[in-house]
């Protein structure tokens, strides 16, 4: 089937460590999106893609890196930089506007 | 800027009453406007969406929402609440062409037997 898939789907990290999050896509889907979801505020967007090899910054990039070197994989770092990293992070792609989901990664830091 | 206003962050119905959730947007250029759907500890699903074609939009699990470009608005329907419906819904926006989607703050949705 196709679809997204995110791992870890539960992750604990200490203070001070960088964390990667994957994202994979089969859904042969230029564009990929990372969001970032705490209660009561919606979802809001860290990074996205449209193509291989280009990514911009969302609006709330800072303490996040992504690479995109295949279409199928979008992966996200949490770096030590990122001040309240313990969130439900949420990777998407599309197509004609609308966002395919993966079953998110729950990210605690200890 | 395009933004979306969701109100009230909690709603609860009975059980085979209707279901209204509210939304309204602020956009400068005709947007595209979606509603998704999350079960606990899930990613979300799309309900429906509106692309400018009927005003009347209808989705999956009997699910429905108007356009109301005098009103702004894009609330989203349910004649007959379920138990499973119970859920955290997003009213999000894209202005055409775009890429970035700008998601609501969501409201959870309660249903009592």
């Known amino acids: 089937d196709g679809g997204i898939t995110q791992s870890p789907k539960y992750l604990f990290r200490k203070e001070g460590q960088n964390v990667t999050l994957s994202c994979e896509q089969n859904?042969?889907?230029?564009?990929m999106y990372w969001y970032r979801q705490d209660p009561g505020q919606g979802l809001r967007l860290i990074y996205y893609?449209?193509?291989?090899?280009?990514?911009q910054k969302g609006d709330i990039a800072e303490g996040y890196s992504v690479s995109r070197e295949k279409k199928e994989s979008f992966p996200l770092t949490v770096t030590s930089a990122q001040k309240n990293p313990t969130a439900f992070y949420l990777c998407?792609?599309?197509?004609?506007?609308?966002?395919?989901f993966g079953e998110g990664s729950r990210l605690t830091v200890l | 800027a395009q933004s979306v206003t969701q109100l009230g962050s909690h709603v609860s119905v009975s059980e085979g009453a209707l279901v209204l959730l509210r939304c309204n947007y602020s956009?400068?250029?005709?947007?595209?406007l979606f509603w998704y759907v999350q079960y606990p500890n899930q990613g979300l699903q799309l309900l429906l969406k509106?692309?400018?074609?009927?005003?009347l939009v209808k989705g999956i699990n009997g699910f429905e929402a108007e356009f109301k470009k005098s009103e702004t608005s894009f609330h989203l329907t349910k004649p007959s609440a379920h138990m499973s419906d119970a859920a955290e819904y997003f009213c999000?926006?894209?202005?055409?062409?775009?890429?970035?989607?700008?998601f609501g703050a969501g409201t959870r949705l309660f249903v009592k037997a």
């Open positions: 998407a792609s599309s197509t004609s506007g609308e966002l395919f």
């Open positions: 859904l042969n889907h230029d564009a």
């Open positions: 893609s449209q193509i291989v090899n280009d990514f």
């Open positions: 956009s400068s250029v005709p947007p595209y």
């Open positions: 509106y692309t400018s074609a009927a005003t």
């Open positions: 999000a926006i894209q202005g055409t062409g775009g890429f970035k989607t700008i």
